[in-house]
């Protein structure tokens, strides 16, 4: 893995999928990417639906979705990656890209993450932070948990990158 200081863009990380398979960033080049920290239990839990149409309506553009779920904020992510797959495929019928269960701050940060945080606002506040990031795998705008999936500002910059 590449140490997070020495990373250019996210394409140069490789993680684990919910499935436990490698999921190389390499194969979102030319894509624009919206990275959030997801979690089951959340009060923001329901932004996953958000998530799913924002998807929908943007992937034929170009645009992935990659949720990862992490246990960082208030103990709300628990479950094992097999039944964290369950719950948002069940409970909201996602199909955008689940990696494996992470830590996204802190001492054990995912290396993604020591990249994301380090090139917009520091350390994750809580869960269902997104990172917008460009075609080029670059880090361009970071939005807080509160800015819902299908809020005019998000949608404008994902707008904007998709041109």
Known sequence: MTPAF??????E??????????????QLKDRVVLVVNVASRCGYTPQYAGLEALY???KSRGL?????PANNFG????????????????????TFPMLSKVSVKGADI???????TAAQGGDVKWNFTKF?????????QRF????????AELSAAIEQLLK
Request: aromatic share 10%; proline share 6%; net charge negative.
């Open 6 to 11: 020495a990373a250019n863009s996210v394409h």
């Open 132 to 140: 917008l990031v460009g075609k080029d795998g670059k880090a361009v």
């Open 110 to 116: 995912t290396p993604l993450y020591a990249y994301l």
């Open 56 to 58: 929908q309506k943007y």
């Open 75 to 94: 103990g709300q992510e628990p479950g094992t990656d097999t039944e964290i797959k369950q719950f948002c495929s069940r409970t909201y019928n996602v």
């Open 13 to 26: 990380f490789t993680m684990n999928d919910i499935d436990g398979k490698p999921f190389a960033m390499a």
């Open 144 to 151: 807080e948990s509160k800015v819902a999936p299908d809020s």
């Open 64 to 68: 992935v979705v990659v949720g990862v």
